[in-house]
């Protein structure tokens, strides 16, 4: 007698914010220990799998960039709505800029003279933080500008590295705003760092897709959803929707792609759609079995590639604490986790300010 699988139980908005985060965190730590290695590399260090848990490391593992600037993100966000609360309006993006500016100074990169000075808040004092791992050089010249970019007045111009979209998973966890906000909250704040369009829409692709997720979609529903809304903006870059419904495509084959033909079909992830493209395929194209299994084959499929595995793989395990919650992540891989009370401390400042 066959048995159908068990329909994982809708996780509540709590899990699904620690989901998010969490599962971020842990996509980009794996990532992180192969980022710069190709895939001949990999295998000749892990075996023909590749790097498959943390076991497998040597001297435990840290988060990179990715998850520091995604905290950093829900900080400036936090920080708007403690405002909001409080009954005075604030501009989100100018509270999401110098959020990336104390952020900046955790890297040890002076602002120029003309960049306010914004005063400390309790994420700053976070030592785990102020380690450099490999920030993205846009991130860093975007903001050491002193400028704050704008759709009008570009930094970086003609960057779409993948620094917007791997930061961009908090903003689709606000609850109770529309989908045109999430979209302009995201691709306001890529500005910030990227000038490129595909940057600004491939960060808010990635928002939408989380909103999506918490509505309720189903991750594939979700995706499609996104990418038409970002096809029906007036911005138009067309690599987006071509890496997109790619990695829709290519997802619904019988057998996934190896690592080689991954980056020659969708990219090696070091630009913006690249990486959001790679990320929801190893999500799309690993689907079945309990939540933790999917989580596990997910990120291993996403992050041993010659590419940026970090961001690859902190993009889908985002993906899949959004849509999963905690249940999917791997009591072994928290374990390995560097820092998760700083993580779990700003998902519980996040949820602080929107749900009380």
């Not at 000749?44 to 600037?69: E, I, K, N, P, V």
Request: proline fraction near 5%; include cysteine; charged fraction near 20%.
């Amino acid at each position: 007698m066959s048995v159908e699988p068990k329909t994982p139980a809708v996780p509540s908005f709590e899990s699904r914010v620690y989901g998010t985060l969490l599962g971020g965190a842990l996509g980009d730590s794996l990532g992180y220990a192969v980022e710069f290695e190709s895939i001949d590399a990999i295998r000749a260090r892990y075996g023909s799998a590749g790097l498959l848990s943390f076991g497998q490391l040597d001297g435990g593992s840290h988060f990179s960039d990715d998850t520091q600037m995604t905290l950093y993100t829900v900080d400036g966000l936090v920080e708007a709505l403690e405002w909001a609360n409080d009954g005075v309006a604030a501009d989100e993006i100018a509270c999401l800029w110098l959020a990336y500016l104390r952020w900046l100074g955790t890297q040890d990169v002076a602002a120029a003279s003309s960049a306010p000075v914004p005063q400390p808040r309790w994420i700053d004092a976070q030592e785990v933080l102020h380690h450099r791992r490999a920030p993205g050089n846009a991130c860093l010249s975007g903001l050491a500008t002193g400028q704050m970019g704008t759709v009008a007045r570009p930094v970086n111009a003609d960057s779409k590295g993948c620094g917007t979209v791997m930061r961009s998973a908090p903003f689709g966890l606000i609850p109770h705003i529309s989908r045109e906000a999430v979209y302009k909250l995201s691709s306001d704040a890529s500005s910030l760092t990227h000038g490129h369009p595909s940057a600004r829409l491939s960060a808010a692709a990635f928002s939408l897709l989380i909103h999506n997720i918490v509505a309720g979609s189903d991750i594939r529903t979700a995706a499609a959803e996104a990418l038409d809304y970002v096809n029906g903006v007036p911005t138009k870059a067309p690599e987006l929707p071509e890496r997109l419904e790619a990695a829709l495509q290519f997802s619904l084959q019988p057998t996934t792609l190896d690592p080689e033909k991954l980056t020659e079909a969708l990219g090696e992830g070091w630009v913006a759609e690249e990486a959001l493209a790679v990320g929801l395929y190893a999500v799309l194209a690993t689907s079945g079995g309990t939540p933790a299994e999917h989580f596990r084959n997910a990120i291993t499929l996403a992050i041993n590639h010659s590419g940026d595995s970090d961001s690859t793989g902190s993009i889908a395990g985002n993906i899949l604490g959004a849509y999963y919650g905690e249940d999917c992540l791997p009591a072994d891989w928290l374990e390995a986790l560097e820092a998760p009370e700083i993580i779990r401390g700003m998902a519980e400042r996040l949820l602080a300010v929107t749900t009380g």
